[in-house]
């Protein structure tokens, strides 16, 4: 045993409870204080926590105590119900039990309902007054609640829903009443994304004119990923059949009676072959497609054509093996081709414009957003980065700031709809109608509440509202005209 081990067994239990204090107390280093006692230094820390944990076992509330008084009034009941509705996403019945068992208070379903109905003419009116002129890129979509459509719009930079409504239809006449209105408010993008539906387009041309609909890269690659799966799943069955033929054969032949077996398992063999063979061309050329043509780092918008034209003259030259499944997607992307690849005439006018700002090749500049398609992790990425670095010396770091801030503001898919989608699900499934006055109280909450979380941390204690207008603004219920309580 060490002389601080046997200074430390020593001590009194008075001398380790002054050692803890003076620990707690910072007056004086750790180190200093276990130099002058002679004990080590986690001894000391060890009566440090010691302390600490009886200090917090002290003043520690307990399950009887007191926490705050909270004064329960009509307008903080309306509050609760409206947040345990929004907020927990509660059904009524759920509200009328929590009432009941935690507070003693009888309400009915009406009751409830006018409370909404009271809130949602308040949301509207906030909803209709909003300045939609920030909104540079729109997506549009159509969302289902049963069979009923619901018309989406949402900002692609900051998520801000400026559209959400309930239709009977969802044609081009629809479509064009719902983006009038959301004109009157000051929408006028540059463009929108939105996928295939011939309503809401024909419904945006009749309403916006002239402004650019480009196409949604998200729907078409599920759509081309579904046929590549669909396809590996058949050669799998043919792979299955085969085989299992070819057991029959082998047992056939034990017997002497396996000639009869023998058409069937070559035309097994055929199918399988083909089957397979038609299974990996046609993911190859999804692949393709995916990662080199609707990817955002990629080639001018000259060549993504060439290449695009060529997965389609690929895809209909063996359109013949599985008609059905394959002319869907061949017929999609031959019609959609300049507004799937409308994101790259974008990019292609940013690259131009950093080359111009920074006084650097146009080709480098490209290099650099090509740059990005692969993992910082790599060594591919450092060796490019370094080669890249030598050739534009002091504009580098500049050009590279500008390309990864010009693709972040390039949505090619109007996913933030589907996201939308998602958190509407969870309340949607909730009530058997919708109804405009509750879709405006959805649209008001989703736009005023903060997040919580988000994988773009700019966004983080921020509201779609406050990202859009770029303006801070009072709480949610604040809004609706109510008090929230604070702690004294």
């Not at 799998?236 to 077996?261: F, I, P, V």
């Not at 017929?331 to 081709?337: F, H």
């Not at 509440?449 to 009072?474: A, D």
């Amino acid at each position: 045993m060490n002389s601080s081990s046997s200074v430390a067994a020593n001590l009194s239990n008075d001398a380790r409870k002054g050692l803890a204090i003076l620990s707690l107390s910072k007056a004086e280093p750790i180190a200093r204080l276990a130099g002058r006692e002679g004990v080590s230094r986690q001894f000391v820390y060890r009566q440090k926590q010691k302390a600490a944990e009886a200090l917090d076992e002290a003043f520690a509330a307990k399950g009887d105590d007191v926490l705050f008084h909270l004064p329960v009034t009509e307008a903080w009941l309306n509050q609760l119900t409206l947040a345990l509705i929004l907020i927990c996403r509660s059904s009524y019945r759920g509200v009328i039990e929590l009432l009941r068992d935690l507070f003693n208070i009888s309400i009915s379903v009406g009751t409830i309902h006018n409370r909404l109905q009271s809130a949602a003419a308040q949301a509207r009116t906030i909803n209709r007054s909003q300045n939609l002129s920030a909104i540079r890129v729109g997506l549009h979509d159509e969302i289902f609640q049963g069979s009923m459509p619901v018309l989406a719009g949402v900002d692609a930079a900051s998520t801000y829903c400026y559209l959400l409504a309930d239709a009977e239809h969802r044609d081009a006449d629809t479509w064009a009443v719902h983006l009038l209105d959301a004109n009157a408010q000051g929408f006028d993008p540059d463009h929108t994304i939105a996928d295939a539906g011939q309503g809401l387009r024909s419904g945006q041309k009749a309403a916006l004119g002239e402004t650019p609909c480009h196409g949604d890269v998200f729907h078409i690659q599920k759509q081309c990923e579904s046929l590549a799966n669909v396809l590996a799943r058949v050669a799998m069955g043919a792979t299955s059949r085969r085989k299992a033929l070819d057991a029959k054969m082998d047992a056939a032949k034990e017997k002497c009676c396996g000639n009869t077996l023998s058409t069937p398992l070559t035309l097994a063999r055929q199918t399988e072959k083909q089957a397979c063979q038609l299974a990996r061309d046609v993911k190859t050329l999804i692949h393709w497609l995916a990662h080199d043509i609707l990817a955002l780092a990629g080639p001018v918008l000259e060549e993504r054509q060439v290449l695009f034209d060529f997965i389609v003259a690929e895809l209909r030259h063996r359109e013949h093996l599985d008609p059905p499944r394959i002319r869907p997607v061949h017929t999609a992307l031959e019609k959609q081709r300049d507004d799937l690849l409308a994101f790259a005439g974008v990019l292609d006018e940013k690259l131009a414009g950093i080359a111009q700002d920074c006084d650097a090749r146009l080709h480098l500049v490209r290099d650099v957003c090509l740059l990005q398609r692969k993992p910082p992790s790599s060594t591919a990425y450092w060796q490019r980065w370094n080669l890249l670095y030598k050739k534009l010396g002091g504009k580098f770091q500049r050009v590279v700031d500008a390309v990864v801030d010009a693709m972040k503001n390039i949505p090619r898919a109007s996913s933030l709809v589907e996201n939308l989608n998602s958190r509407l699900r969870n309340y949607f499934f909730l009530r058997r109608q919708l109804g405009a006055p509750y879709l405006n109280l959805l649209q008001f909450f989703l736009n005023h509440r903060t997040f919580l979380r988000s994988q773009r941390p700019e966004r983080v204690g921020k509201s779609p509202k406050e990202l859009m207008t770029g303006q801070s603004h009072s709480h949610w219920l604040e809004l609706l005209g109510f008090t929230r309580f604070q702690l004294p």
